[in-house]
């Protein structure tokens, strides 16, 4: 927006912001009725060949109608949403229902807005609108000629029906394309990708800035706004920079005696240090001269400065930084930018690197200037008002210069988007990552067993796994990570040789590589005898090989080049310690060895955690203790484990009538808005639209119908038992208030178990489910939790009774693709007993599987499911089957995570 164009209506509450293909930022909003004047100056404007396109004819009166029918339109009717730049329409799109569950979609983009994006974009969130609305698949009627629209249509990546008769093109497109659909995926990656060229576009006039200026470069030399203008002199800047308040500051070039630069009609990128009080209307006045960027180093807003900063932003289309971080810095323009009070001068280098903690960044430059691996882009991001984690990895993923991407990120915006990013990103580049926020503290209360296992460090391993990130419990390992992927290649086995010239440090290292899940294996007899004939008298060839003090340089490299090519071992690791003899690792330094096997280096005498040290190709990492280097060996294993890992798909699933559930839900709401537990046979109903099998039973609301429900069930069971289980909406966990009746055999003892029941738990209790007793197997639990920041996640593991006590779960994000179930199966206790032992036969998986790609399908598409518990289900050899289940719903509509949309 310039000082030139209107200023805007006030906006809808359900507006959104976007980028432009230019990274131009638009809103996108729901038409009002006050819009109209600006819709129809849209279509006014209009050539008369956009005309007709538009409308099949040159008639202003269509256009005129269509602008009046937008602003008007009942939501019953179809939906619109309007792209706006500043107080400009730039663009509509609109769809008319014409059936039910069906409509017609039209866009119109402003002539000089054409080849931006705009009509992409617009489609895309209408998409999300329209499947609010119940729309599951629009026609959009094409003239032949109207090649433009055409291949807007064709680059959505929604699968298209087409149909040309007498010059019209007819399309149709689904919009309610369900998870195991292929073009789903399709449609979601073309999505991914323009945003990713949008994103990357709107950034440019923050990292490379072509005019900079300071506004709160005070005269005190340790004023922050001072520290940052003299970080900009030293790092290159002059004509291009400025001082927004040169009455304040001693100038650009950073001498008393020196004229201060003028003051910008129009800078790219602002850099503010002012007070708190003052940014709201700094902010402001930025977005009127037009400044494309802002990085905000102040922190301490009120939420309404907060509020206001924001709104700012998004009003002018501003990109910013911040607040409350130390800057930024970028190393790959034509002059090097650093624009930070991190009192540390960045080293240029392959490192992206974008941290919540300023902190952290100061920390991670030095170390990793001290390394020689350097940065390419640092953001310090503070609270994150606007440009976000997601963003930055889109950046490190398109910049050449940036081999290492690293990230220490306090909270996430989009997890899901940032999944999808780090899962593309980490294709090219290692995505690294502290994982931090793993307190008890952080445990949310809930009710059912399954939101309550899914505690912070549970959700954030999931996203983390399945994104490829990788995960560090320090910020030490972060950078002793870093510094091997950076310096070797990865390790292709999880084994790895320990050769060094003292027996105990190489125990100790021994010890460290099978505490981080890596192997220290038997190198076989041949290798040991050739062991034997290089090193000297005394040597334990075994793995791990002491070669003894007194081992020569040359015989060390000769071991490690024997063991290295026989490729029994994924990575050698020295143990060495410098003594009177020689010093070993020196001499390692100017040899040559064998590529393609990653080698590091225990050395306890070292100062630094870890270092980097020239040697035969590349750099060779040492670290000063057996445990980090093992850890850094056993992170860059499962790098190269998750680069070989086919990519998985989400299978497709038979016997699913998704309308039967969410008529259940739907019911249940209507009649309890707040939402709650579902009853047995709601909850049954939800199942059963799922395909999910259950043990059968029946509920029986007093002690005489439950007698009737035995006689009729205790026939189905092996046993010829049932159970009985006290029913009530404020009885979610039966067995923690003994509701739970075993084993039952005859009338007298349901009878009484009832009775019982009803005495001890009055109120509470108003009804009991009956069931056939099952046949024995392995119990476990399946359940989902609906997490307010990572969206659904699927559990499993062991269950029953003891399931808090076992503490046994795994979690995955949904959609589960097939390698995700069977992550679940496999990382769990329950995999022995689930794929037999000690003569028991095996389970079958399958249906475990199968049932999980269930559960995970009614995540996906019930986001009213808050929390479900399937516990026990119990596997055996013929299946598996739920024998209890609970559900609690509530209204919610989830967002769609995958939108390009700005912060």
Not at 445 to 463: D, K, M, Y
Not at 607 to 632: I, K, M, N, Q, Y
Request: charged residues 20%; aromatic residues 4%.
């Amino acid at each position: 927006m310039t000082a030139t164009e209107p200023a805007p209506s006030a906006p809808p509450a359900d507006q959104r912001h976007a980028l432009a293909a230019d990274g131009t930022m638009l809103r996108l909003a729901p038409p009002q009725a006050s819009d109209e004047p600006a819709i129809r100056a849209l279509f006014d404007a209009l050539s008369a060949g956009s005309l007709h396109m538009r409308f099949f004819g040159t008639s202003r009166r269509a256009a005129a109608e269509t602008a009046q029918r937008v602003c008007g339109m009942p939501a019953a009717e179809g939906g619109a949403l309007v792209a706006w730049r500043g107080g400009r329409a730039v663009g509509v799109a609109e769809y008319y229902v014409t059936a039910p569950g069906e409509a017609e979609l039209a866009v119109t983009v402003a002539e000089d807005w054409h080849h931006r994006g705009v009509g992409t974009l617009l489609i895309e969130h209408l998409i999300d609108v329209a499947r609010a609305q119940g729309v599951r698949s629009w026609t959009a009627e094409v003239l032949a000629e109207n090649r433009p629209m055409l291949r807007v249509l064709q680059d959505m990546g929604l699968p298209l029906h087409r149909k040309a008769e007498t010059g019209v093109v007819t399309a149709v497109i689904p919009l309610d394309l369900p998870v195991d659909d292929p073009g789903r995926e399709e449609f979601l990656a073309a999505m991914g990708l323009r945003e990713r060229s949008a994103d990357v576009a709107s950034l440019l006039p923050l990292f490379r800035p072509t005019t900079v200026a300071v506004a709160g470069a005070g005269r005190r030399p340790d004023s922050v706004g001072r520290v940052i203008l003299a970080d900009l002199v030293r790092s290159g800047w002059g004509d291009g920079l400025f001082v927004l308040h040169p009455s304040e500051a001693a100038g650009g070039g950073g001498g008393p005696g020196e004229p201060p630069p003028p003051q910008p009609p129009r800078a790219p990128l602002v850099v503010v240090a002012v007070p708190a009080g003052a940014v709201p209307q700094l902010v402001e006045e930025c977005g009127q001269a037009g400044v494309s960027g802002l990085v905000v180093v102040t922190a301490g807003f009120t939420p309404e400065q907060a509020r206001s900063v924001r709104g700012s932003c998004h009003r002018y289309g501003m990109r910013m930084v911040g607040p409350n971080g130390v800057g930024i810095a970028d190393t790959g323009g034509r002059t090097p930018f650093t624009a930070t009070f991190a009192g540390v001068e960045p080293v240029p280098g392959q490192a992206g690197v974008a941290v919540q903690s300023g902190g952290v960044g100061i920390a991670l430059l030095r170390q990793l200037g001290r390394l020689g691996i350097g940065v390419s882009t640092f953001a310090s991001l503070g609270d994150k008002y606007d440009v976000s984690g997601n963003d930055m990895l889109q950046w490190f993923e398109t910049d050449p210069r940036t081999e290492l991407a690293i990230l220490h990120l306090e909270s996430f915006g989009n997890p899901r988007k940032f999944s999808r990013i780090a899962r593309r990103t980490g294709r090219a580049i290692p995505v690294l990552t502290v994982d931090a926020g793993r307190s008890a503290s952080a445990r949310r209360a809930a009710v059912s067993h399954t939101a309550a296992a899914v505690t912070p460090t549970i959700a954030r391993e999931a996203l983390f796994r399945q994104a490829g990130v990788t995960a560090t419990r320090s910020l030490g390992d972060l950078v002793a990570a870093a510094a091997l992927m950076y310096a070797q290649p990865l390790p292709r086995r999880r084994s790895v040789a320990v050769i060094g010239n003292a027996g105990g440090l190489g125990v100790l290292a021994a010890d460290a590589c099978a505490d981080a899940g890596l192997t220290v294996p038997y190198l076989g007899a041949e290798i040991e005898k050739h062991l034997r004939d290089l090193l000297p008298d005394g040597a334990s060839c075994a793995n791990p090989v002491d070669a003894t003090a007194n081992v020569p340089g040359e015989a060390l490299r000769r071991a490690i080049d024997l063991i290295a090519s026989t490729g029994h071992v994924g990575a050698v690791l020295l143990a060495l310690a410098p003594t009177a003899l020689g010093d070993p690792l020196g001499d390692l330094t100017r040899g040559s060895a064998v590529r393609g096997v990653p080698i590091a280096v225990v050395a306890p005498e070292r100062a630094e955690a870890v270092d980097l040290v020239p040697a035969w190709h590349g750099r060779l990492p040492v670290f000063s203790d057996t445990r980090t280097a093992a850890v850094a060996l056993a992170h860059a294993h499962d790098r190269s484990v998750w680069l070989t890992r086919p990519r998985g798909f989400v299978p497709k699933l038979g016997g699913i009538d998704a309308a039967v559930a969410r008529d259940a839900v739907d019911a249940y709401l209507a009649a309890h808005p707040g939402g709650g537990w579902l009853p047995p046979d709601q909850c049954a109903a939800v199942l059963d639209g799922y395909g999910i099998p259950q043990a059968p039973w029946q509920l029986a609301a007093d002690a005489d119908a439950a007698v009737r429900a035995a006689r009729e069930l205790a026939p189905l069971s092996p046993s010829g038992t049932v159970a009985l289980k006290a029913y009530g909406p404020e009885l979610p966990h039966k067995t923690d208030v003994g509701g739970v009746r075993l084993g039952l055999v005859g009338d007298d003892a349901i009878q009484a178990a009832y009775t019982d029941l009803a005495h001890r738990l009055g109120p509470l209790m108003q009804g009991a489910t009956l069931q056939p007793m099952a046949a024995p197997g392995v119990e476990l639990i399946v359940g989902v939790d609906q997490d307010e920041v990572l969206g659904p996640l699927v559990l499993f593991g062991l269950g029953g009774t003891s399931v808090d006590l076992l503490d046994d779960h795994g979690a995955r994000l949904t959609p589960l693709t097939d390698l995700d179930a069977k992550d679940l199966l496999t990382g769990s206790r329950a995999a022995k007993p689930l794929y037999g032992r000690r003569g028991t036969p095996p389970c079958d998986t399958a249906a475990v599987e199968d049932l999980l790609h269930r559960v995970s399908r009614l995540a996906d598409d019930l986001p009213q499911v808050c929390e479900l518990d399937l516990n026990p289900a119990i596997a055996t050899p013929d299946g598996v089957t739920v024998v209890d289940a609970r559900i609690r719903v509530a209204p919610r509509r989830a967002q769609d995570p995958y939108l390009p949309r700005v912060r």
